[in-house]
């Protein structure tokens, strides 16, 4: 049981450059969250998900997209990088959003825009 | 602006001794609070939760008081050990708004021996 896991650990993106970070879960979780943290920050909502097929925008979506086509998998897509970017971005789910289901967490990307 | 505040950026406590961190909110809607533990390079992990009709919830070491009134948490260790060394984060959540996560900026305990 791997629990959520994240690739690529660490990326350096030039500005206007695209990329998409992976994030999958085996714990049949219904929900998907996708967090950034900047530092000295908590974390803030980007995007999550209540199940295959459903998105919905979190307190920080600009700048970003996301599917999720499957269960397992939340994929998080920046378009256009720019330095505001640059952050630690964690992907978490949960079984349901209601307390007191805990959000599991990846162990994160560090994105660097430069 | 910050609806959930961690005024201590950092703490240091002696090993066996207690170790409190607090937590402050500005959103009298909150109905649940949580506290995360995160080690470096890793994601955080749930540590221990409160229902705002509660004042108390206490698992093992750990013990979270809510006083509402002051719209004030704090999680107390005892006795703290260096494995609890670690950047601990109150995060809290409103019926209303979908349940999701407010988060405060963390506080980063160091447990010395």
């Known amino acids: 049981n791997a629990g959520v896991t994240q690739t690529p650990k660490f990326r350096i993106l030039k500005i206007g450059q695209s990329m998409t970070l992976q994030c999958a879960q085996d714990m049949n979780h219904n929900y998907m969250y996708w967090y950034r943290q900047d530092p000295g920050m908590g974390l803030k909502l980007i995007y999550y998900?209540?199940?295959?097929?459903?998105?919905d925008k979190g307190e920080v979506p600009n700048g970003y997209n996301v599917s999720r086509s499957t269960t397992e998998d939340f994929p998080l897509r920046l378009e256009l990088a720019a330095p505001s970017q640059t952050s630690v971005y964690f992907c978490?789910?949960?079984?349901?959003?209601?307390?007191?289901?805990?959000?599991?967490f990846g162990p994160g990307t560090r994105l660097t825009v430069t | 602006d910050q609806q959930v505040k961690q005024n201590s950026p950092s703490l240091s406590v002696q090993e066996g001794r207690i170790s409190i961190l607090n937590c402050d909110y500005t959103n009298s809607m909150f109905d649940y609070f949580l506290w995360y533990k995160k080690y470096p390079a890793e994601g955080p992990t749930f540590l221990i939760s409160?229902?705002?009709i509660k004042d108390k919830n206490e698992d093992g070491r750990f013990t979270v008081f809510l006083n509402k009134s002051a719209k004030h948490l704090s999680l107390h260790i005892v006795p703290s050990q260096p494995g609890d060394s670690a950047v601990y984060f109150c995060?809290?959540?409103?019926?209303?708004?979908?349940?999701?996560?407010?988060w405060g900026a963390g506080t980063k305990l160091i447990i010395k021996p």
């Open positions: 995060a809290a959540s409103e019926t209303d708004s979908n349940y999701q996560l407010i």
């Open positions: 978490a789910s949960s079984y349901d959003s209601r307390p007191p289901y805990e959000q599991y």
């Open positions: 998900s209540v199940g295959a097929g459903i998105t």
């Open positions: 409160i229902s705002s």
